[in-house]
């Protein structure tokens, strides 16, 4: 079954994953990990740490001449800002005695401390830091070589900064990739762009921070992946669940789910056309490709709502954990929006489940045997 996990800490030395149940002998190019990377990093409104941070991936096992050898995949991501935090962060003496003892409203620091039993939210923050997804999105970039194989291509862009939201659609993945190619934002809507922008801008300035929306589109599915028989094999149930994970995501939405709940079935519902190029298709796609839990071969198409994040320049009211008095939050290098990197990251998230349904339905050991089973499976649909 293929799993992964990640460990690091923000400042730590390092943030490594560990991919286990990928078949052999999957061309690798390391190109398309250091891009999502890249992409991850990207986005007017990110702060300071992401000038410091040009992050590369080291692959440490797993592959070997180009091709995975059907063994965990081993990947590791350095912090080129460790040298600043080694005293803080030392693994067995660290040199401070300034502990964070200031909860940020919004994050872990408060719930985590009360868990964990700590006294410095330090122990907390460091792997709250959505820093972590570094090493999910270096996940997703190597399984986008798995997904290759069965021509799945998928991509993020923002609906929606603050107030502002797109004026525009474009269904197909390709026109998005080439508009959002030249965008700050990973936005279609150049006019609805600069809006946001300077909102970003006039927010900075207040110390403050947004939310918003990012939409995710593939260019088409494979019908079957997932299944109605058992809660926990649906795939919405799957998609939701992994981009939920994903540090200020609070909210999922498959097709148009918010605007269906409003509308009559007959307005709703996806009617179902057959002819001898296409075999069965939809002229809409208001369920976004999912139905009873199964991809039903149309695009995905899923939403995130995105919280504002929780460090605030100008900080808000929070409690001293060590004296009990009222003070303002601790803030740490901070960014004003984060809208366009949880697109990629959802992304991400999105190639990690797929991948993960597609050796389940069509197994394999060797990606030979994955797709002579997918093939198969396509020609007696
Ligand atoms: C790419 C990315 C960057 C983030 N950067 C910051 C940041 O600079 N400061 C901050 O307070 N929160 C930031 N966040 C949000 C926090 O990680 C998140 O709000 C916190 O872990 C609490 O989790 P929750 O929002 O899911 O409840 C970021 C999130 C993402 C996805």
Redesign the pocket.
Known sequence: MLNFHTAGESHGKALMSIVEGLPADIEVDVNIINDYLER?QQGYG??N?MKIEKDKVEIISGIRNGKTIGTPVGMMIKNKDWKNWKEIMDIYNIDIDDEVTKP?P???DLAGVFKYGQKDIRNILER???RE?AARVAVGGLLYNFLKYFDINLISHVIQIGSISIDKTIDNIEDIQKIIKSSKLNCIDQNKEKEMVDLINKVKKEGNSLGGIVEIRTNRMIPGLGSHSTWNKRLDQSISAAMMS?????GVEIGNAFSNAVKKGSKVHDEIYYNDDKGYYRKTNNAGGIEGGITNGEPLVIRLA??P???LSKPLKTVDIKTKKQEEAFK????VT?VP??GV?GEAMLIYILSKKILIKFGGDNIKETVRNYKNYINNL
Do not use: F, Y
């Open positions: 991850r990110r702060g740490r940020r919004g994050h872990a709250a830091s959505a997804t994903i540090p200020s995501v609070k995105v919280k994040i929780p460090t740490e290098r901070a960014d984060v990197s949880v990251i």
